[in-house]
C-alpha cells in the first residue's frame, strides 16, 4: 500500500509542533517553508534592539529535525492549493509552482502586517516579523545614533533621535523598553557629540490603554514603567499621517526618521487558497477538529486560522498555533492508524507576559497577576524553555545574564554598510551639514 503523504505548510509554532507530533506516524511528511529557519517570534523585538543575534532566536529547520526520518523538508514559497488535485504548488530558486501532492495538508502560514487599510505606510513604517525585519530595524535604530554622531546641526539631533513605535501591544511596549534601556545604559557613554539617553521614545496607540488583552491594573502598571523609562506613551488617537519625516497623530506631527510598525497582523492568504470561509480579519473559519468545512482531509492551525471558543475567538499567540498543530497531528495519526479520534480541539491557555524594560514584566494566568521582577523571571524562564534546542537556551540565558549584569548587547553591528536607512533630515535653514572632522 501507498505511504500516507502529509504536506505541512510553515514551520512556525504550529507547522513544526505538527510534525514534531507526527514522528511516530507511518506517512511521508513533507514540510515546506519559505524560509530555512524556524523563527522565535517573541522574541525578535530583542534582536531589533540588539540583546541578541538573529542565530540566537532562529534555527535551521533541517537541523531540528535532523533524527526525524519521516519528515523531508523543502525550502520554497507554497502559491496555492488544488483542493480537488489534492496538491500544492512551491516555487522555490529554480521552479515555479510546482505541484506536490498530499493526502493530508496542515497549512500553519502565520501573519503578516496590517496597515488597517493604510499599505502607504509601509514604506516608512516597517513592521516586525521576520528575522529582516527585525535586523532592518536593528540597523535603523543604530544608524540613526550614528548620523546625528556626524551631524553638525544640533537642531537636527532630535529628529534622528526620536522613535516612534506604532502599536502598544505586546510587541510595542516591549520594544519601546528595551530601546529606553538601549539609550540610557548601553549606549550612555559611546557618543562624544551626542547624549543618546535624550533620545525621544514615543508609544503611540488608538487603544485608551496599553497591552490590551491584559488587565486593567497590569496595564496601567505596564504604563507607569514605561514613562519611568522616559517613554512617551500617548494613547487614544489613531495614526492619520506616516511619511519619511514622521508621523501625524492627533492633528500634531511628531518629527522623526525611524517609525516602527508594532500594531495590527494580517492573516496569510490560506483562505484564498482554499477558496474557504474566512472571518473579517481573513483567517479560515475552521471546525472544531480544526480541519476546513466540506475537507476533512485539509487542517489549518495557528495565526491563520479562525475558531471560536466560549464564544470568543482564540488569540493569535504561539501557544493556540502550538496546541493546534499537535491536535492536528493526533487527528492524522488516528486516522492514519485506524484509531479513535480525539475529542473536538479545546484550548488551553497558560497564561500572557510582556516585559517592560530590565528586569520588570507583567504576568496575567488565570486569577494570578504579577508584574515586577518576580514575573520577569518567570517570563525569562518560560521563553528559555520554548526556544527550539538546548544551545539556544544556553546562549541566550548567557546572553541575558550578561546584559543585565554589564549592560552590554550582543549584536550591535549595522550589517547594510552599502546604502544608509536613515535619510538625512533637511535643516530648515540654509545651514549646510558639514562631516566632523572632513
Ligand atoms: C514580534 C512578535 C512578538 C510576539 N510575541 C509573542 C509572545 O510573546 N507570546 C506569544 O504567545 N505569541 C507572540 N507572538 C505571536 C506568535 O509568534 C504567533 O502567534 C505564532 O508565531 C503563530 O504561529 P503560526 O505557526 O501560526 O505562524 P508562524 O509562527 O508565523 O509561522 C508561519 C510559518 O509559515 C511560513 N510561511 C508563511 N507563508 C508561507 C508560504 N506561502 N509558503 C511557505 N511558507 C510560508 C513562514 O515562513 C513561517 O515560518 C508574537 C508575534 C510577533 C510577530
Same mark, same amino acid.
Given at each position: ?42 522574541? @525578535? ?14 534555527? *535551521? ?80 535604530? %543604530? ?26 501591544? *505586546? ?6 523598553? &528595551? ?23 514615543? @508609544? ?24 519611568? %523609562? ?19 497623530? &492627533? ?15 494580517? *492573516?496569510? *492568504?490560506?483562505?484564498?487558497? @482554499? ?164
Amino acid at each position: 500500500m501507498a505511504q500516507t503523504k502529509i504536506v505541512i505548510v510553515g514551520a512556525g509554532f504550529g507547522g513544526l509542533a505538527a510534525a514534531k507530533a507526527l514522528k511516530n506516524t507511518s506517512a511521508e511528511i513533507t514540510l515546506i517553508d519559505r524560509t530555512n529557519h524556524h523563527l522565535f517570534q517573541p522574541l @525578535l523585538y530583542q534582536v531589533a534592539t540588539a540583546v541578541l543575534t538573529p542565530s540566537q532566536i532562529a534555527t *535551521p529547520i533541517r537541523s531540528i529535525l535532523r533524527s526525524q526520518k519521516n519528515v523531508t523538508v523543502i525550502l520554497g514559497e507554497v502559491t496555492g492549493v488544488d483542493n480537488d488535485k489534492k496538491c500544492v504548488f512551491v516555487t522555490d530558486a529554480d521552479r515555479e509552482n510546482v505541484p506536490i501532492a498530499y493526502d493530508y495538508l496542515i497549512l500553519a502560514t502565520g501573519a503578516t502586517h496590517s496597515y488597517f487599510g493604510h499599505n502607504e505606510f509601509e514604506a516608512f513604517a516597517p513592521g516586525l516579523k521576520s528575522l529582516a525585519d527585525a535586523e532592518a530595524a536593528r540597523n535603523k535604530i %543604530l544608524q540613526a545614533f550614528e548620523l546625528a554622531e556626524a551631524e553638525d546641526n544640533p537642531a537636527l539631533h532630535r529628529d534622528l533621535l526620536t522613535f516612534i513605535l506604532v502599536g502598544a501591544g *505586546p510587541t510595542g511596549v516591549e520594544m519601546a523598553g &528595551a530601546l529606553a534601556v538601549l539609550v540610557r545604559t548601553s549606549l550612555k557613554s559611546e557618543f562624544r557629540r551626542i547624549d543618546p539617553a535624550s533620545a525621544r521614545i514615543v @508609544l503611540v496607540d488608538m487603544a485608551p490603554r496599553v497591552l490590551g488583552p491584559f488587565s486593567e491594573e497590569l496595564s496601567k502598571a505596564a504604563k507607569s514603567r514605561l514613562e519611568k %523609562l522616559g517613554v512617551e506613551v500617548r494613547l487614544g488617537h489613531s495614526v492619520e499621517h506616516i511619511d519619511a519625516d514622521g508621523i501625524v497623530v &492627533a492633528g500634531e506631527r511628531i518629527a522623526s526618521k525611524t517609525v516602527i510598525w508594532t500594531a495590527g497582523v494580517a *492573516p496569510s *492568504p490560506a483562505g484564498k487558497w @482554499l477558496n474557504a470561509e474566512t472571518d473579517r480579519a481573513g483567517r479560515v473559519r475552521i471546525q472544531k477538529d480544526l480541519t476546513v468545512p466540506g475537507h476533512a482531509e485539509i487542517f489549518v492551525v495557528g495565526d491563520t486560522a479562525s475558531l471560536d471558543q466560549n464564544g470568543k475567538p482564540l488569540p493569535g499567540v504561539a501557544q493556540v498555533a502550538m496546541q493546534q498543530g499537535r491536535y492536528a497531528a493526533k487527528v492524522i495519526h488516528s486516522r492514519v492508524t485506524g484509531k479513535r479520534p480525539p475529542d473536538s480541539f479545546s484550548y488551553f491557555d497558560k497564561g500572557s507576559m510582556a516585559v517592560v524594560g530590565k528586569g520588570f514584566a507583567v504576568l496575567q494566568s488565570g486569577k494570578v497577576q504579577m508584574s515586577g521582577l518576580g514575573a520577569w523571571f518567570t517570563w525569562a524562564a518560560v521563553h528559555l524553555q520554548f526556544l527550539a534546542t538546548s544551545s539556544l537556551r544556553l546562549g541566550v540565558f548567557l546572553q541575558w545574564a550578561w546584559t543585565y549584569v554589564t549592560g552590554q548587547r550582543g549584536d550591535r553591528l549595522i550589517v547594510n554598510h552599502h546604502g544608509s536607512e536613515v535619510a538625512k533630515p533637511v535643516p530648515d535653514s540654509a545651514v549646510k551639514p558639514t562631516f566632523a572632522g572632513r
